[in-house]
């Protein structure tokens, strides 16, 4: 049998810097293979009482689940991180710290066979659970141009985005487009560069997880079920993530932990080129938090992005 080549967690010391041995409840909202949580419950198993471990994608929670077998404060939990505080609060449980770590993982890029690469020939789909909504290359037989521009440019900043969602809905009536490939060659009659074509598939997979949607979701319901000097963190790789992220400071009740954002140093960028971009990002709550705050604050920024259950 191949042996899995496992995700390599990113700035791994620098979350577990912002722990301590009185955190008892501990949530890791994006599990992935369970590289950070493998280090959170390794280091912590003398105080951790319980370990919740969410990820959306199937597979990959169970290679979680096989790896924190030996822990048996863990638990595994597949389903999307806007589940936390229903999931806490049914376990009647509050978190000491929480992380978020954004996007997806090495492991979904090059074993998943869900088409997230333009490099590798595959079914276009890209869904983090491959049971729920619909792949892309089905939104794509669907979606009307005005809003795939839409998605292109909000989600990916991509140049002449109105554009190349006609070519593509053009495209689309002449010729199949199921894989990685069909897509890129459309992509490529336009001249796009490699670093154009990285940004359209970034913008299909965001928009087809609706993945700032849920984070924002995630993040509200989450800090209600964190603890008084509970602290949550974040690791993001995208300038929409870390904006949105950003804005837990100017709830009221949040205070921003100093020095943070960290960014990974020379020597981990050069082991794993995929931390490049990551800034981890740290936040405690105190004691005068209103619950009802995150809400309004994040609602103006959610109507600018694309759901796929509005269009699709
Ligand atoms: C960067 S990876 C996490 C890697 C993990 N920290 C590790 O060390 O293996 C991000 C993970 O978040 C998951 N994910 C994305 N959106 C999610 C959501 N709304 N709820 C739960 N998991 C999500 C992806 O499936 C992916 O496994």
Redesign the pocket.
């Known amino acids: 049998m191949m042996a899995i080549k ?2 390599k ?2 700035l791994l010391e620098e979350v577990l810097n912002l722990m301590n041995d009185n955190m008892e409840v501990i949530v ?10 493998y280090k959170i419950a390794y280091t912590y198993k003398d105080s951790i009482k319980a370990l919740y471990c ?4 199937p597979t ?1 929670l169970q290679i ?1 689940k096989e790896r924190l077998l030996e822990f048996d404060f863990v638990r595994c939990i597949n ?4 589940e936390v505080g229903s999931v806490l609060k049914k376990n009647k449980k509050r978190a000491d710290f929480i992380l978020f ?5 090495m492991w ?1 890029i090059t074993s998943s066979q869900r088409g997230f690469s333009f490099k590798s020939d595959e079914i276009l789909d890209m869904r ?1 659970n491959p049971e729920n909504g619909l792949p892309v290359y089905l939104i794509l037989q669907r979606i009307n141009p005005i809003d795939l521009a839409k998605v292109f440019k909000a989600y990916g900043d991509v140049k002449g985005a109105r554009k190349l969602a006609n070519v593509i809905v053009r495209e689309r009536k002449r010729t199949k487009i199921k894989t990685t490939f069909d897509l890129v060659g459309i992509l490529k009659t336009q001249y796009l560069s490699e670093k154009e074509i990285q940004k359209v598939f970034m913008s299909l997979r965001i928009y087809v ?1 609706n ?1 700032l949607q ?1 984070l924002i979701t ?1 993040i509200t319901r989450a800090l209600n079920v964190l603890n008084n000097n509970g602290i949550i963190a974040f690791i993001t790789y995208h300038s929409i993530e870390d904006r949105i992220v950003k804005r837990i400071s100017n709830i009221q009740g949040m205070v921003k932990i100093k020095p943070y954002p960290i960014k990974p140093k020379e020597d981990e960028i050069k082991q794993n080129k995929s931390a490049r971009s990551a800034k981890l990002r740290a936040f405690i709550k105190g004691g005068d938090y209103v619950e009802e705050t995150p809400y309004t604050l994040f609602n103006t920024m959610a109507f600018d992005f694309p759901s796929p259950f509005f269009s699709a």
């Open positions: 496992f995700h967690p990113v890791d909202a994006t599990c992935g293979n369970g590289g950070h949580s969410f990820d959306k994608d990959s979680a389903k999307s991180y806007v770590d954004l996007g997806l993982s979904q983090y997880n993945e849920e995630g």
